[in-house]
């Protein structure tokens, strides 16, 4: 592409921007203005998604001062055109490109036939295509959830679809440990991205899990997110960029780097943001009297974004008050106050026993008029609603029951899935080391203490690796099991590097250390030598950091090479291997020295909580009951220890018996629901299935020059060609090739390769680079018909619905684009049900270029009466496509104005703006219908012969 400042150009993928104008080109970089929306963009030159606007003889120009001109010549000079042109009074005007009308984009099809512009058949049966494939996806129920890269697990599809849809989400995601709680918010993310429900995201989360995020983000959901830490923040401010936060759309970071410095979270906050993800939440402490600098800082985040997501896997880490100092983030209009959230968690157990009444009677299908008493309760929860649930032949048990957790306290914030719930995870098998106590150890006489957990930070130098059996024990497992990978962590940083280097150095072990001393970058790189299959180092040896967040199972063996104290940190540190994807027995492993305060502990954990046999959710408030008299028996060890362990196991026992009668029995129920998350299933199953997709885009390849060459039964291998169409194609620039595939199943055992869905942004792109240029839109076709005498003309028109409304309010779900047909002769008569489209492909032949030029010349008025009776055809199914747009906006927006105000009434969870957001979309939507309009999107003149 040559590039001259000056030039008009629009781009291939974002047309709403208007016609473009150069204003810089440096060799390898090309900005270009939009003064129509007031924006900039740079493309590298060689790759840049812009085609060129060239107009011709013919054609009619608007000028910047609102003149309209027939072009009747020209001229170029450096690069620059002249356009000479008659105006509406005969006038002769002569323009530079530069005053034309940023706000003009395309030729309309009509004009470019008259000019003697057209295409061959193939571009206009796919513009045609494209615009019939965009209207069923612009419909489908599971639009925004097909374009994930992962394994339709029903809990996560069912929260996806449940919140990603509401407007602004504000909600806890806080699954069990490893069940895929990123993966959640990567959905809902991907979905209000698809849809324009949200375009400037923020991610914040703890500095080691930056990269995977990145990964994951990309991998999964194709969203590029920009990591801003202080460097990429000082080059962007050096750039002379006021605030770099809004520099990018999609930003990830660290809290410490947010939290760390007053003027980066100011700037952060000044940026504003419709979505903002924290993940590993608990860290943020509160608690009435003061609140840490991390939780202000995202507190003060939480209030400048719309949407927010909070992930934590252990949402009640220090109790019912940490677990209300994230609610509060989420609304602290709702939960204002402590005291009265407590009173109201105590009353889950009543609203549990009342859906426990309910289910039993529904699976006896019984149709007897339900208790007093019931109809009493149901009455309190249900308000109003409650009498037309109740009345009737048969109580509508299902509803009510969904009724009720719909409007359950935090029902609409929380969501967590537990193990027991999900279903397939892999056993989890315990072995244990009992190993002698060194004499040095024996002499210390720390034997018994907190610091006796990890008695090797009590010894000087390096000396202890010499005699820690658990190092000699742990030596001879790794040279015994040599293929296997193995995740060791400690509590210590410095047992962790120390022993790191002492296996690699002295013992030739694979090995590499995975610590908060190593930078990001480094962590990284251990991480991933450690996922490498071959040559991949065989064991990681991480300290507590590694227990968080990270994916790690492809390994089945863990070294707990001591234990900590606080059991969440248990329960993190075996979540890294048992999560999903796990398809192998996990064996974990604790090696401990007898008669010392490692056996005590693991005996508490294995005999107080059972803890290892699987995560509990409850175990820090069980910890805290019993702290004081387990730290007192880790010191000075007594009889009544075999007590202290029979009564944790009693209190942990009765602790889940309450949970699965009370609140957390009533969280299960409301965050998955089976029969939901199957129908979506089902729909984006539907989507998938078949040829469809794989056929039309080796079309558009084809057409658009992208050299496609088979790999294996559904895989391709994409690389870009001199002979592309515009010189740029989305997603394909490597030389090298780009592979992909259309299959989910191979995609996700391939991470090689790209999964493209509908919603991939390579076909998203490519439907938007053909219709949002003139590519297919006029088009002059011959048949043969012998019927019809020689030199009968006919046009096939193709108009959409064009209607104005913000992308937010997602018009197209109640107004799709619905393409309208027409095929006309030249007296008027409609032949649109005579011929259709598909038939009328088979008779039509290309027609060579200076035949076509010449009869187009001759048949311009023709055209402009056939175009007239095609538009007027149009026209007249205007008023029924609004009257159905205005009824499915009234059928799906309605129920859900009255639910949330119904809501609202009872269950103050409910915000403002969420009502007002339902209200706004049903009158400005109607008004947005009202004012539709059509528009001429393709145009195909038949001549028979
Ligand atoms: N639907 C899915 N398809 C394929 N892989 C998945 C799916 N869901 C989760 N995974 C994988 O399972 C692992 C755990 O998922 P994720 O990291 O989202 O869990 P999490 O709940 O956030 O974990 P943690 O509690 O440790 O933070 C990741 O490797 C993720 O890629």
């Not at 109003?384 to 969904?402: H, M, R, V």
């Not at 072990?509 to 990001?520: C, D, G, H, L, P």
């Not at 009533?666 to 539907?686: G, Q, T, Y």
Request: proline share 3%; net charge negative; hydrophobic share 40%.
């Amino acid at each position: 592409m040559s590039f001259s400042i000056g030039q008009r150009w629009v781009s291939l993928t974002e047309s709403h921007l208007g016609l473009g104008m150069i204003a810089e080109f440096t060799g390898r970089q090309v900005t270009v203005s939009f003064p129509a929306a007031g924006e900039m963009r740079v493309y590298a030159s060689n790759n840049a998604p812009l085609s060129r606007v060239l107009y011709g003889e013919g054609d009619t120009i608007r000028t910047a001062d609102n003149r309209q001109l027939l072009v009747t010549a020209v001229e170029e000079f450096q690069g620059i055109l002249k356009y000479t042109g008659t105006d509406e009074y005969g006038k002769s005007h002569t323009i530079r490109e530069v005053q034309l009308d940023c706000f003009t984009q395309l030729i309309a099809p009509q004009q470019r036939l008259f000019s003697g512009h057209y295409n061959k058949k193939a571009p206009f049966q796919l513009r045609v295509e494209t615009l019939n494939l965009l209207n069923d996806l612009q419909q489908s129920n599971a639009k925004g959830l097909i374009g994930s890269r992962t394994s339709h697990l029903p809990h996560q599809i069912y929260i996806a679809s449940e919140v990603a849809r509401r407007h602004a989400p504000r909600v806890l995601l806080a699954d069990e440990v490893g069940l895929g709680k990123t993966i959640e918010a990567g959905m809902i993310l991907h979905y209000q991205l698809h849809t324009g429900r949200a375009s400037r995201v923020l991610i914040v989360v703890p500095d080691s899990l930056v990269h995977q995020w990145l990964v994951e983000m990309l991998r999964r959901f194709n969203l590029k997110f920009s990591i801003f830490d202080k460097a990429r923040f000082d080059a962007i401010k050096a750039e002379g960029q006021e605030n770099p936060f809004e520099a990018e759309q999609l930003v990830l970071t660290s809290l410490s780097f947010l939290a760390g410095n007053d003027q980066v979270s100011a700037l952060a906050n000044a940026a504003g943001w419709d979505m903002l993800i924290v993940d590993e939440a608990h860290h943020l402490h509160w608690d009435e009297t003061q609140s840490s600098r991390e939780y202000q800082c995202v507190e003060a985040l939480s209030a400048v974004s719309e949407g927010l997501l909070l992930l934590t896997a252990t949402p009640e880490q220090i109790g019912l008050e940490s677990h209300f100092a994230r609610l509060r983030l989420l609304d602290p209009s709702r939960f204002y106050d402590l005291e009265v959230f407590k009173a109201e968690e105590a009353g889950y157990q009543k609203l549990n026993e009342v859906v426990q009444r309910l289910q039993e009677r529904d699976s006896l299908a019984g149709k007897e008029p339900l208790e007093d008493d019931l109809v009493h309760v149901l009455r309190d929860y249900l308000g109003d609603e409650a009498e037309q649930l109740i009345s009737g032949e048969a109580a509508n048990l299902e509803l009510i029951i969904e009724k009720l957790l719909d409007r359950h306290g935090t029902g609409r914030v929380l969501f967590r899935n537990t193990r027991s719930a999900v279903k397939g995870f892999p056993e989890r098998v315990l072995h244990t080391h009992a190993l002698k106590c060194p004499a040095l150890y024996e002499a210390d006489m720390k034997r018994f203490s907190i610091s006796g957990l990890t008695p090797e930070r009590n010894i000087e130098d390096l000396f202890w690796l010499k005699i820690d059996p658990r190092v000699t024990w742990l030596t001879e497992f790794l040279k015994e099991n040599r293929q296997e990978k193995v995740l060791v962590i400690c509590a210590k940083e410095s047992t962790a590097s120390e022993l790191e280097q002492h296996l690699r150095l002295y013992e030739g072990v694979r090995s590499a250390a995975f610590t908060e001393s190593m930078s990001i970058i480094e962590r990284d790189r251990a991480g991933a030598y450690f996922a490498e299959t071959e040559n991949g180092a065989q064991v990681l040896i991480c300290s507590e950091i590694g227990s968080e967040g990270r994916n790690f199972q492809f390994s089945r063996h863990l070294i707990l090479f001591d234990l900590p104290l606080n059991p969440d940190l248990l329960e993190q540190r075996i979540g890294r291997l048992d999560r999903i994807g796990q398809v192998h027995d996990i064996n974990i492993h604790v090696p401990f020295i007898e008669n010392t305060s490692q056996q005590y502990l693991y005996r508490w954990y294995k005999e107080g909580m059972n803890l290892f046999a699987r995560p509990i959710g409850v175990a820090y408030s069980i910890y805290e009951q019993f702290a004081e008299r387990l730290e007192a028996e880790l010191c000075h060890p007594s009889e009544r220890f075999e007590a202290l362990l029979q009564e944790a196991a009693a209190k942990t026992e009765s602790t889940l018996a309450a949970q699965e009668e009370g609140r957390d029995k009533l969280l299960e129920l409301h965050s998955c629901n089976e029969e939901k998350a199957a129908e979506v299933i089902a729909l984006i199953e539907d989507a998938e299935e078949g040829s469809q997709l794989q056929e039309y885009m080796e079309n558009v390849f084809n057409l658009f020059g992208v050299d496609c060459e088979y790999h294996s039964e559904n895989a391709r291998i994409l690389r870009p060609t001199e002979h592309m169409h515009s010189g740029y194609f989305p997603g394909v620039s490597d030389e090298d090739g780009t592979t992909i595939t259309y299959s989910r199943k191979q995609a996700l055992s391939r991470d090689d390769m790209q999964f493209v869905s509908w919603e991939h942004p390579m076909v998203v792109e490519s439907m938007e680079m053909i219709l949002n240029s003139e590519f297919g839109n006029a088009s002059l076709a011959t048949m043969a018909v012998k019927a019809l005498k020689p030199g009968t003309l006919l046009l096939e028109a193709v108009f959409t619905i064009n209607c104005v409304a913000p992308k937010r309010f997602q018009i197209e779900q109640f107004l799709p684009i619905s393409p309208i047909r027409v095929l006309v002769d030249i007296n008027g008569q409609d032949l649109s049900q005579v011929v259709p489209h598909d038939k009328l492909n088979t008779l039509c032949d290309n027609v060579k270029k200076p035949t076509g030029q010449a009869l187009l010349k001759q048949v311009k008025s023709e055209i402009e009466t056939m175009l007239e009776h095609a538009t007027g055809f149009a026209e007249k199914q205007l008023p029924d496509i609004r009257e159905q747009a205005q009824n499915t906006l009234q059928l799906k927006m309605m129920p859900e104005l009255e639910r949330i105000l119904a809501l609202k009434k009872i269950n103050p969870s409910i915000r403002d703006e969420e009502v007002e957001y339902f209200r706004s979309c049903i009158e400005q939507g109607a008004r947005a219908i009202g004012r539709s309009a059509v528009q001429l999107q393709a145009l195909r003149l038949i001549v028979n012969t």
